[in-house]
């Protein structure tokens, strides 16, 4: 059994590691997991360099994808759309050079971008029912609205990139609405 560090990170919170805190992989089904990266490429992203964090963090993603064997798809948010970029497919000839074009900019249509990634997903259930489902939404949750848990989600992790003096604390609600889990960068760095 191997530690799944973003969910124990989560868990651990502020306070010291403790055994209660450690949450353990569950082993992935024989059909594989489907990976759908929602990236927030709002113009708020753009503040402290954000999006370029994002960015690195989900080459890392989809390199980790590439070796697991598993597939990835990849929606990017902002402006006034929500749109497919990658996937979903198993990520092979996934590169920084691939990243670089995604821009940041304008508003934040979180709602469509969940609409869309619910609809990749439920697709994905219809097609390979065994396999298993994990949304990941990278953002500083600084929209309005409040979307609807995508039902064919098996998992939901929040990646937070608020790091504002005055937090809004929009990635946390969503994570505890949908019982997903909340992480930082920095947490997600750390469990490698």
Do not use: Y
């Amino acid at each position: 059994m191997r530690i799944e560090w973003p969910r124990t990170l989560a868990a651990k919170g502020a306070q010291r590691l403790r055994a209660d805190h450690l949450r353990f992989v569950r082993e992935a089904p024989p059909r594989g997991v489907l990976h759908c990266f929602v990236l927030d490429c709002s113009g708020s992203m753009l503040v402290g360099a954000r999006l370029a964090l994002a960015k690195g963090l989900l080459a890392a993603l989809f390199g980790r994808a590439r070796a697991d064997r598993h597939e990835a798809a990849l929606i990017c948010f902002g402006g006034v759309s929500a749109d497919l970029r990658f996937g979903p497919a198993i990520p092979r000839g996934w590169s920084e050079r691939w990243l670089d074009p995604i821009g940041g900019g304008g508003g934040t249509p979180l709602v469509p971008a969940i609409e869309r990634a619910a609809r990749l997903l439920a697709g994905a259930a219809k097609r390979k029912p065994g396999q298993q489902r994990w949304l990941w939404v990278l953002s500083d949750g600084r929209s309005g609205g409040m979307p609807a848990r995508p039902e064919a989600a098996d998992r939901v992790v929040f990646v937070d990139f608020e790091n504002d003096a005055v937090r809004l604390g929009r990635c946390e609600q969503l994570a505890r609405a949908w019982d997903g889990d909340c992480i930082t960068p920095a947490q997600l760095i750390a469990a490698g």
